[in-house]
């Protein structure tokens, strides 16, 4: 896709340059121009697109990281409780172990106690008492053995119990530590998920990037042959200021009258930051804006001769920086006037034009109306003076 945006927009270029260097009529140049103004309008409308699909996609990398943090955060406190319960297992597999041994050691004793009891329980009193130092020290032989039997006996079954419990709890935390291993590997798994949509969002950032970097170097190219049209109109001008000379017809000095009824100067000649036209238009006015209702009459500055007439724009409406219009080399439908003595007037942005190319007019007659064609934030007339074919400021001719 970028490949063959790109090469289409060369094709163009590459034609361009031929017809500028071969046009010599400013028709055939102007035609030139809007051809080149429309691909430039096509090239920034899709670094527009661009640029907006890298806000969508920079705010998608900007989700996913914030999701990949929390991930991360939940797998960090998953491994902590992971951590704990494996501590938690291997503390009471240890305790079990010793309950173990403990239990071992107490079974024995018994043992050996239960031997010694069942041996003492065939031999007979007699054999006690003859064994005995003293009947008292055969009762108590007897009784002593029976209780240390009794609690052997009492133990193994506190200790078996110990056991049983340990063996519960063990058993519990086990199920608990294959549940939270279990989470775990999801939450990794779902973490690698989010790198890997991570990774594909900013290759494609990447790609808009460079084909925003591209249709950039296209659109500079187109720009600077338009520059060169426009400076090859400025220079039609300037001659046909000189066959209007030729003629007879010639400027002898004095106000130029003012081209319509305005309202307000929305725009003067000059400098200009773009936030004055919502960033649409150009930085370096080459005139001054009269704004005024769409429809009011644009009349002739002064007498003289009409050098060109461009009246092909329909986007007879109000512009954004991202609804731009270039046609007329964003001038719209526009009428230059000479006026002898290398002096042309310039009125731009018309809603209709009613005079043609050849036609001499005079002071004060109409030429067409306001309106907002071309690279236009609102309704208003775009008028320009162009001295020798070069952009002068209108405001002393005007008596401002």
Request: with cysteine.
């Given at each position: 896709m970028i490949k063959k945006t790109i090469s289409g927009i060369l094709a163009i270029i590459i034609i361009s340059i031929s017809v500028v260097s071969f046009a010599t009529s400013s028709q055939d140049l102007k035609d030139k121009q809007n051809e080149i103004q429309n691909k430039i309008k096509e090239t920034e409308g899709r670094i527009d697109e661009i640029q907006d699909e890298k806000d969508s996609?920079?705010?998608?990398?900007?989700?996913?990281?914030?999701?990949?943090?929390?991930?991360?955060?939940?797998?960090?406190?998953?491994?902590?409780?992971?951590n704990q319960l494996?501590?938690?297992?291997?503390?009471?597999?240890?305790?079990?172990?010793?309950?173990?041994?403990?239990?071992?050691?107490?079974?024995?004793a018994l043992c050996s106690r239960m031997v010694a009891q069942y041996k003492m329980g065939?031999?007979?009193?007699?054999?006690v008492l003859l064994s005995s130092k003293s009947l008292s020290d055969f009762i108590s032989r007897y009784y002593i053995i029976g209780k240390v039997a009794e609690y052997d006996s009492k133990l193994l079954e506190q200790i078996e119990?110990?056991?049983?419990?340990?063996?519960?709890?063990?058993?519990?935390?086990?199920?608990?530590q294959s549940?939270?291993?279990a989470k775990q590997s999801k939450l990794k798994l779902e973490e690698i998920t989010l790198t890997n949509k991570k990774g594909t969002k900013n290759k494609?950032?990447?790609?808009?990037?460079?084909?925003e970097r591209e249709l950039q170097k296209l659109n500079d190219q187109l720009n600077e042959d338009s520059k060169k049209i426009e400076n090859e109109l400025q220079e039609i001008a300037r001659r046909e200021a000189e066959k209007a000379n030729q003629s007879g017809i010639k400027y002898t000095g004095g106000k130029l009258a003012v081209p319509c009824n305005y309202t307000r100067i929305s725009s003067p000649f000059g400098y200009r930051g773009s936030a004055a036209t919502g960033g649409v238009g150009s930085s370096n006015h080459k005139g001054i804006d009269f704004?005024?209702?769409?429809?009011?009459?644009?009349?002739?500055?002064?007498?003289?001769?009409?050098?060109?007439?461009?009246?092909?724009?329909?986007?007879?409406?109000?512009?954004?920086?991202?609804?731009?219009?270039?046609?007329?080399?964003?001038?719209?439908?526009?009428?230059?006037?000479?006026?002898?003595?290398?002096?042309?007037?310039?009125?731009?942005?018309?809603t209709s034009i009613n005079v043609s190319t050849g036609q001499k007019v005079a002071r004060g007659q109409q030429i067409g109306t306001v309106g907002c064609t071309g690279y236009s934030t609102g309704n208003h007339l775009h008028f320009s003076v162009l001295l020798n074919g070069t952009y002068v400021n209108p405001a002393p001719y005007l008596g401002m």
């Open positions: 996609t920079q705010s998608e990398l900007d989700r996913l990281n914030q999701e990949i943090d929390e991930k991360e955060e939940e797998i960090e406190i998953i491994t902590r409780e992971l494996n501590k938690e297992v291997s503390e009471l597999e240890a305790k079990l172990k010793e309950q173990e041994e403990k239990y071992d050691n107490q079974y024995e065939t031999v007979s009193y007699l054999d119990t110990q056991k049983r419990e340990i063996e519960v709890s063990k058993n519990e935390v086990q199920k608990k549940e939270v291993s494609y950032l990447s790609q808009l990037s460079e084909e704004a005024a209702p769409q429809g009011t009459p644009i009349v002739s500055g002064e007498a003289g001769v009409v050098i060109k007439v461009s009246n092909t724009c329909t986007h007879n409406y109000a512009k954004t920086a991202k609804t731009r219009c270039r046609c007329g080399g964003g001038y719209g439908n526009y009428v230059m006037v000479a006026h002898g003595s290398d002096l042309v007037t310039l009125y731009a942005h018309c």
